[in-house]
Antibody, heavy 122, light 112 residues
Framework: QLQVVESGGGVVQPGRSLRLSCAAS????????MHWVRQAPGKGLEWVAAISYDGSNKYYADSVKGRFTISRDESKNTLYLQMSSLRAEDTALYYC???????????????WGLGTLVTVSS | QSALTQPASVSGSPGQSITISCTGTISDIGGYNYVSWYQQHPGKAPKLMIY???NRPSGVSYRFSGSKSGNTASLTISGLQAEDEGYYYCSSYTTRTTHSYVFGTGTKVTVV
């Protein structure tokens, strides 16, 4: 069954780091571009980062560039988001999701997980 | 990245058709056929309804359709049903900065 499951969220102090994980099943990460999208409490969706199907290209929103790093482990079929220098405005539910078409870089984001909540607070 | 512009709310009666607009620029909607639409019910994850402007993923009702004209994309829901109530977000590939996605501001659809 095709699904992604996020984990790793929690409460963290400003300036600290946190790593989110996204375990994929029913498909292989090496066939699809993958995304992280976040949603602050009561707010809309914000795209955060993406990695191409072959892992060669990584893209980031301006709001996280230089602080967040997207990566993956093909042997574990798991996607990661390393977040550093966290700020209060990074507080959100972080979703992992898959590009709708294999190999394609853009088009639509499908198969969303349930998300993992990150709260940045002192 | 500046968000795409959507109306805050749209409402309709059961059986009617409604259209949600999504306005961007030549750097996103106007320049590329990579517009997608998402439905989100309260407390739930978003669901992809339309990709590449007018394609429906498997399992999405034919009542949902997408289109684009210039810098504006539209989502039309025909035969409105109570279960269609929720939030809808558009999204587009953008080159305002480097390769990335940008989401719309979101539209609350109410079935009255």
């Amino acid at each position: 069954q095709l699904q992604v499951v996020e984990s790793g969220g929690g409460v963290v102090q400003p300036g600290r780091s946190l790593r989110l994980s996204c375990a994929a099943s029913g498909f292989t990460l090496s066939s699809y571009a993958m995304h992280w999208v976040r949603q602050a409490p009561g707010k809309g969706l914000e795209w955060v980062a993406a990695i191409s199907y072959d892992g060669s290209n990584k893209y980031y929103a301006d709001s996280v560039k230089g602080r967040f790093t997207i990566s993956r482990d093909e042997s574990k079929n798991t996607l990661y988001l390393q977040m550093s220098s966290l700020r209060a405005e990074d507080t959100a539910l972080y979703y992992c999701a898959r590009e709708v078409i294999p190999v394609a870089a853009v088009g639509g984001i499908d198969n969303w997980g349930l998300g993992t909540l990150v709260t940045v607070s002192s | 990245q500046s968000a795409l512009t959507q109306p805050a709310s749209v409402s309709g009666s059961p059986g009617q058709s409604i259209t949600i607009s999504c306005t961007g620029t030549i750097s996103d909607i106007g320049g590329y056929n990579y517009v997608s639409w998402y439905q989100q019910h309260p407390g739930k994850a978003p669901k992809l309804m339309i990709y590449d402007v007018n394609n429906r993923p498997s399992g999405v009702s034919y009542r949902f359709s997408g289109s684009k004209s210039g810098n504006t994309a539209s989502l039309t829901i025909s035969g409105l049903q109570a279960e269609d109530e929720g939030y809808y977000y558009c999204s587009s590939y953008t080159t305002r900065t480097t390769h990335s996605y940008v989401f719309g501001t979101g539209t609350k659809v109410t079935v009255v």
